[in-house]
């Protein structure tokens, strides 16, 4: 069974940081991408990041470009975001997102999930 599990997430002041953290188990993500998404109450599940599990290709969302980065430990199975210069409009709960061919910017295109992490930034 295939798990995804975030952790790093909470309360943070506008223009803080905080590193998010995607620990899968399971099955070995090596040939796979893994993606951040995220949703704000009443907002569709957006793109923020993604990484190619074997390369060192990524892609970030405009909004978080500059700000964010996306990482990975190979050896732990885990995947990161690091994120700084937060402000309000990054309020949402972030999801982690694995199993996908490539990287892509559609929620649909990920075949795992983990159960999401709030981050709240307060202005």
């Known amino acids: 069974q295939v798990q995804l599990v975030e952790s790093g997430g909470g309360l943070v002041q506008a223009g803080g940081s905080l590193r998010l953290s995607c620990a899968a188990s399971g099955r070995t993500f090596s040939n796979y991408a893994m993606g951040w998404f995220r949703q704000a109450p009443g907002k569709e599940r957006e793109f923020v990041a993604a990484?190619?599990?074997?390369?060192?290709?990524?892609a970030y969302a405009d909004s978080v470009k500059g700000r964010f980065t996306i990482s990975r430990d190979n050896a732990k199975n885990t995947v990161y975001l690091q994120m700084s210069s937060l402000n309000a409009e990054d309020t949402a709960v972030y999801y982690c997102a694995g199993g996908s061919s490539g990287i892509y910017y559609e929620p649909r295109r990920y075949e795992y999930w983990g159960q999401g992490t709030q981050v709240t930034v307060s202005s």
């Open positions: 990484i190619r599990w074997s390369g060192s290709n990524v």
